[in-house]
């Protein structure tokens, strides 16, 4: 079983920078694909940016352009830059962890349900 850990939140002016972290533990986990979701109070949780085994990205047209996933597999580490932060962008944030691929993994990716690991959320919250 893979157990996932975010930091890095806090609190950020309109136009700034944060750099989420996802730490996994039981196992490496590049072969995992890692998805970012976000969930703002009274809205429904939402696919920000996923990253394949591969090396493989994805992202939300909400966000691309100012965030960028990565992953230092040595580390069991995965990371969300955030740039040019926005008030909308506030949400509790989650990394999760699934065993994707092959042809329909641009459709699996963006799916929640799709993912078997999850961390516990790290809010971010961008003030105006």
């Known amino acids: 079983q893979v157990q996932l850990v975010e930091s890095g939140g806090g609190l950020v002016e309109a136009g700034g920078s944060l750099r989420l972290s996802c730490a996994a533990s039981?196992?490496?986990?590049?072969?995992?694909?890692v998805g970012w979701f976000r969930q703002a109070p009274g809205k429904e949780r939402e696919f920000v940016a996923g990253?394949?085994?591969?090396?493989?990205?994805i992202y939300a047209d909400s966000v691309k352009g100012r965030f960028t996933v990565s992953r230092d597999n040595a580390k069991n580490t995965a990371f969300l830059q955030m740039n040019s932060l926005k008030p909308d962008d506030t949400a509790v944030y989650y990394c999760?962890?699934?065993?994707?691929?092959?042809?329909?993994?641009?459709?699996?990716?963006?799916?929640?349900?799709?993912?078997?690991?999850w961390g516990q959320g790290t809010q971010v919250t961008v003030s105006s």
């Open positions: 999760a962890a699934a065993a994707l691929g092959g042809v329909q993994w641009d459709r699996q990716v963006v799916r929640p349900n799709d993912y078997d690991f």
């Open positions: 990253i394949g085994g591969s090396g493989g990205e």
């Open positions: 039981g196992r490496t986990f590049d072969v995992y694909t």
